[in-house]
């Protein structure tokens, strides 16, 4: 679940009926809600993220690119408002896992006015060395 301006979350729900089973998904997914740094409609720096068997590339690209991933990978990435990455999933094809691999990644990023607050250096600085 996002809304498309850079927040996501992920979450599971088990049931019977298929509806109890969405709605409980989404209660879950509402707990674990996360902000992503975006720049220009793609992500800020390239990441790796990894959980359990499931390992993926998320890699910022130029605008136009679209969305270069597969299935569960891009579902994250659209509802987390990210229009062009190249993305490649590594390990594990469970859908479970690649998308907690790419929540972890996408957990990785920040973007530059934190990187620059953190190291306690101007914003030009952080792009130019």
Avoid: W, Y
Wanted: hydrophobic share 40%; glycine share 14%; with cysteine.
């Amino acid at each position: 679940m996002g809304d498309g301006e850079g927040i996501v979350g992920n979450g599971l729900g088990k049931a019977r009926e298929v509806t109890e089973a969405i709605s409980k998904g989404v209660d879950d997914a509402k707990k674990n809600l996360m902000q992503v740094p975006l720049i220009n409609d793609t992500i800020p720096h390239e990441v790796f993220g990894k959980f359990g068997a499931g390992k993926v590339v998320i890699k910022p690209a130029s605008a136009g690119t679209g969305i270069i991933a597969g299935g569960a990978m891009r579902a994250v990435l659209e509802s987390a408002g990210i229009n062009n990455v190249l993305c490649k999933s590594l390990g594990s094809a469970n859908p479970h896992n690649v998308i907690k691999a790419t929540l972890q990644g996408l957990g990785q990023l920040r973007d530059p006015l934190t990187v620059a607050k953190h190291r306690n250096i101007e914003l030009k600085k952080v792009f130019n060395g």
